[in-house]
Structure formats: structure tokens, C-alpha cells
């Protein structure tokens, strides 16, 4: 089946320091999504990118879609303690249903203060 | 977005039983989905809850293990039969709207099967 390969795993840094984590889909995507998962908490959505070379910024947050639509990335500037939490992207390819999503593996942020 | 509450938050089962699990959004929606996600993994889905028809299942995953109703818009249950302990996982529903494909998830159900 389709996959979205997500990298890394596991991300630790000092508060302050930049983050990035990239998603990879062998066929090009419909549209990827973001959602972040604080610990014990269920995932909430962040954002969405549809066009092709697409950026989108949330204040220290940055989303892009790759020009062929297969990867994308989120880049946050100067971590904070309150960006812990596992950030998954959510692969959409055309000629599936509505909301019928695939996530990938997640990357963990650890921030140390 | 929909408030989307689930029943129970967390349970501890004996292996052999099964668990019957409740979604309820205080919105009609069009999607309905039913997620698993074992710890420290990601989000895998089991099956979209179809309102008035059987659920559509994805590969790996089967009515008989994962019965699913979904009598209206803003309420489903997925039941978890005959549990194993590998069935311990977190069971997530998730809405949408039909012109989109954004996702709002409840806040999970916790199953630990003994």
C-alpha cells in the first residue's frame, strides 16, 4: 500500500535550537497534512498544503510542500518547552475517499530547557 | 471544529471479553473513522464509519474483530472482540466534513487487555 516515510524518529534539542522533521511519499500526494500530539493527548490538526512548492508559516511554525508534491516538511524556529510532542504528517492521494488518511511514523521532540 | 467526546476513557480488560466503544460529536459530520495506535506508534486506521450502511474496513482489519455501527451523524461505536493482549492500544475516532479532508480527532480510548 501507500506509504508516507517520516524522518527522524526521535528529535531531542536545547530550547532555542531549530526543528525540523520531512516526510516522503513515493507517488505524489493529493494534499499532507500536519498534527501534533502532546503526551497523553490525542493528535490535533495543524495545517494543510495542497499547491505544488506551497509554504505556510504558523508563527515560529513552517510547513512546505515539495514542488512534486511527495515530501514536505515542518521547520519550527527557536524551540520552546510547549512544542514537545510527536508531530506526524498525514499523506491524501487522489482517488481515495474523503478524510481517508495515511500517517506516517511521527517524529518525538524532546525539548530540554 | 467538533467537540468530539469517547467512552470509556480507559479500560482494563481480561482477555476473551470485548469492549464496546463510543464516539459522540456534538455536530452532524459526514466522516466518521476509527484509528488504533499502539504505543509510541503511529496512527493506523481500521475503518471508516459508514451512517446507515457497514463500515468500510481497511486491509488487515475485519467486521467479525471490529464491529462498527454508525446509526446517525454524530454517533458510532466500534466494538473490540474477543481481546488479546495484542489488542492493547489506544482507539481513536476522528471526524470530517465531506469537501474536505482534515481530520479532528476525540480524545481516545485506552485499552489494556490482560
Known amino acids: 500500500g501507500q506509504q508516507v516515510m517520516q524522518i527522524p524518529q526521535y528529535q531531542h534539542v536545547q530550547e532555542g535550537e531549530d526543528f525540523t522533521t520531512y516526510c516522503n511519499s513515493s507517488t505524489t500526494l493529493s494534499n499532507i497534512q500536519w498534527y501534533k500530539q502532546r503526551p497523553g493527548g490525542h493528535p490535533v490538526f495543524l495545517i494543510q498544503?495542497?499547491?505544488?512548492?506551497e509554504v505556510k508559516k504558523q508563527k515560529r511554525l513552517t510547513f512546505q510542500f515539495g514542488e512534486a508534491k511527495k515530501n514536505s516538511s515542518l521547520h519550527i524556529t527557536a524551540t520552546q518547552t510547549t512544542d514537545v510532542g510527536t508531530y506526524f504528517c498525514a499523506g491524501k492521494w487522489g482517488g481515495t475517499s474523503y478524510g481517508k488518511l495515511t500517517f506516517g511514523q511521527g517524529t518525538i521532540l524532546t525539548v530540554h530547557p | 471544529s467538533a467537540v468530539i467526546s469517547q467512552k470509556p476513557s480507559r479500560d482494563i480488560c481480561q482477555r476473551g471479553t470485548s469492549l464496546t466503544i463510543q464516539c459522540q460529536v456534538d455536530?452532524?459530520?459526514?466522516?466518521m473513522f476509527w484509528y488504533r495506535q499502539q504505543p509510541g506508534q503511529s496512527l493506523t486506521l481500521i475503518a471508516t464509519?459508514?451512517?446507515?450502511?457497514?463500515?468500510?474496513?481497511e486491509s488487515g482489519f475485519v467486521i467479525d474483530k471490529f464491529p462498527i455501527s454508525r446509526p446517525n451523524l454524530t454517533f458510532s461505536t466500534l466494538t473490540v472482540s474477543n481481546m488479546s493482549p495484542e489488542d492493547s492500544s489506544i482507539y481513536l475516532c476522528?471526524?470530517?466534513?465531506?469537501?474536505?479532508?482534515?481530520?479532528?480527532f476525540g480524545p481516545g480510548t485506552r485499552l489494556t487487555v490482560l
Open positions: 476522528s471526524v470530517g466534513k465531506s469537501s474536505t479532508d482534515t481530520q479532528y
Open positions: 498544503l495542497v499547491k505544488s512548492g
Open positions: 464509519a459508514n451512517q446507515g450502511s457497514e463500515a468500510t474496513y
Open positions: 455536530s452532524q459530520v459526514t466522516m
